[in-house]
């Protein structure tokens, strides 16, 4: 008989974050202090309900089921008494209180108690337009402002605690919401034995401090390193006093970051030490944004390419070429606008451009998790961000073309099938992509190796194993899931096909009939298109599946042929002894890398690059 009155439950207060577990039929549920989840709160009954196993399996059943509160809102629907389908959760709302529990038939007690915590501890997440985790985990206040930011639907919108797989509606938890602020004054005021008018200054300090709910879907600006978006408003400052080292999520090592409330006369933000702060972050990421970053808009330009391509060298030797061709042939002034942030990429090309040598002039291949990632919070999460790069581009004859580039050095592994998880999204910047570079490795391709059988390019003779198609294919697939967009639909992103190492195949298509595209402080458009059919049929003859991928992604392609080096790399053999390839930095010669991205801009800031047909 005793056997038959076990039973395992677990119960978690979604707003106190108070667990218990059940052994015993019957669990009782009331404000009375013999039950075995008390609930403060008027509404509730001394014992408003009993959880039970019965022959019929485990019911809830109210214990006055005639009495005006004697109602339990069960999975969003009114009940005096429901039968619990067993190993299930169930969402239970007792007057003002907000419970959600599991039931199973056997006692495994360290599940139980894993699976409460994870639902006391995480936020408050609304599942908008039936997409989970829609938005970041939020506090409770933050919800109730969510609904009236994003014009939510109370009746049919259901919130979820934690990693809970059931909810409650938000007409639900607004019954709640008038004495939210009251209530959190009062329990504040206790825990510090003040009255309550003696607090609310404090309150209002500390607020000040915390994250507030900021709609990542839309937004004026996007932030070059999270990608999600904000408006000018939602804006973090970056504290400046001694004191205020710390940041809640990004650790003790990094300045608080706050909402601010107080400012100066300069419109300066006052951290809570009425200190002047000169940095803004990113609301989401918290990372810090660029000086000037509300001043010109930011174009990303993404570089994809599998591992090993050469994605390092070429972003190297472009940030390097960029900053003469633009001044010398359009007046476009090019410089570091974020030189803290752009240390690693102007590292590499001091380390390229003042070798002596092959091995001074190597550049290791980018790492997966390295030092051009940084860890930082996305929808409440930690996870791994490839640092940007961003560099300010001036015409000389107005600022209204005025604009950042924003460029990323993404491992190639990050393209790859199964590595754009949710907590490593680092190549998610293809998706807010303004032009999209995808960098074509010819040397290990199989068809095109054998097209140049007789190359003495060390490169030809590697082993390295290729997926550029695959990688190109799920481009696509990243790119079209992250925009909503069907399978049969194409983006508007222009998209340039770069067939890197030219000078080891250019007598492929015969370099006298490429084309100048640069004349006269114009982009010769005629001879970009020119080029880009000579490059586009050496490769439809040779891999036409790459062809075939890029012409299904966007309506605006081009194929270019550049060689970041310029001439037949060398072997040597490193510190350690391992046979390495690299560039001799007496013979660079760059070929033609500049050239996507003045076509590239053409497209999107033609007020800096002009051009004729």
């Not at 209180?97 to 915590?117: A, D, P, R």
């Not at 092959?358 to 997966?368: D, G, I, P, Y």
Request: charged letters at 25%; proline letters at 6%.
């Amino acid at each position: 008989m005793a056997f038959a009155h076990k039973l395992s439950l677990g119960v978690v207060n979604c707003l106190s974050g108070e667990f218990k577990q059940g052994i015993s039929s019957p669990f009782v549920i009331g404000s009375g202090s013999e039950s075995d989840m008390v609930l403060y709160d008027d509404l509730v009954l001394d014992q408003h309900c009993l959880i039970e196993k019965t022959k019929k399996g485990i019911q809830i059943r109210s214990t006055q089921p005639d009495h005006p509160d004697g109602n339990i809102i069960l999975d969003g629907s009114p009940t005096t008494l429901a039968q619990l389908k067993a190993r299930t959760e169930h969402s239970i709302q007792i007057g003002k209180s907000f419970l959600v529990i599991v039931t199973t038939m056997s006692s495994k007690k360290e599940n139980i108690q894993m699976w409460g915590k994870n639902i006391k501890n995480g936020g408050w997440i609304i599942n908008k337009s039936n997409k989970a985790a829609a938005t970041r985990p939020l506090q409770i206040n933050e919800v109730f402002d969510a609904r009236d930011t994003m014009g939510l639907d109370p009746d049919s919108t259901p919130v979820f605690k934690g990693s809970s797989e059931v909810g409650f509606y938000l007409w639900q938890l607004m019954s709640i919401e008038p004495e939210r602020e009251q209530s959190h004054n009062a329990e504040l005021a206790e825990s510090e034995n003040e009255p309550v008018a003696d607090r609310v200054e404090d309150h209002e300090v500390e607020n000040a401090s915390m994250s507030r709910y900021v709609d990542s879907d839309n937004g004026e600006f996007t932030c070059p390193t999270c990608w999600l978006k904000f408006d000018r408003g939602d804006v973090m400052h970056v504290a400046v006093h001694d004191s205020l080292f710390g940041d809640p999520l990004l650790g003790e090592e990094q300045m608080k970051r706050f909402h601010a409330d107080r400012f100066n006369d300069k419109g300066q933000a006052l951290d809570e030490y009425g200190i002047p702060c000169t940095e803004i972050a990113c609301p989401h990421c918290r990372r810090t944004l660029p000086p000037g970053f509300f001043d010109e808009p930011h174009k990303i330009f993404s570089i994809v390419g599998a591992p090993q391509s050469g994605k390092s060298y070429y972003l190297t030797v472009l940030i390097k070429l960029l900053q003469t061709t633009l001044f010398k042939e359009f007046g476009v002034v090019f410089r570091d606008a974020d030189p803290a942030g752009n240390a690693p990429i102007n590292e590499m090309k001091s380390h390229l451009f003042s070798a002596q040598n092959s091995a001074q002039a190597f550049l290791t291949k980018t790492q997966l998790e390295g030092s051009m990632y940084e860890r930082l919070p996305r929808y409440d999460r930690m996870v791994t961000l490839p640092k940007p790069f961003i560099f300010s581009l001036s015409g000389a004859d107005s600022d209204d073309e005025n604009c950042s580039l924003v460029f990323y050095d993404n491992a190639g592994e990050h393209f790859q099938p199964g590595q754009d998880s949710t907590n490593s999204p680092g190549a998610q910047h293809i998706a807010s992509s303004d032009t999209i570079f995808f960098l074509f490795d010819p040397t290990i391709n199989p068809d095109f190796r054998r097209s140049i059988s007789d190359s003495e390019d060390p490169q030809f003779k590697s082993q390295v194993s290729d997926q550029q198609d695959i990688i190109l294919a799920e481009t696509e697939v990243r790119i079209k899931k992250l925009l909503g967009l069907g399978r049969r639909e194409k983006v508007d992103t222009p998209l340039a096909i770069i067939v890197g190492k030219c000078d080891s195949w250019i007598d492929k298509i015969g370099v006298e009939n490429l084309k100048d595209p640069v004349s006269d402080g114009t982009l010769d458009i005629g001879a970009v298109e020119s080029n880009s059919q000579l490059v586009r049929a050496m490769m439809e003859e040779h891999c036409p599946y790459v062809v075939a991928n890029a012409e299904r992604i966007s309506s605006d392609v081009c194929y270019f042929a550049a060689s970041a080096f310029g001439h037949t790399p060398v072997t040597f053999e490193d510190e350690k002894g391992v046979s390495r390839i690299g560039p001799d930095p007496q013979k660079i010669n760059p070929m033609y890398v500049e050239i996507p991205t003045l076509w590239a801009l053409s497209r999107v800031r033609p007020g800096l690059v002009p051009f004729f047909q």
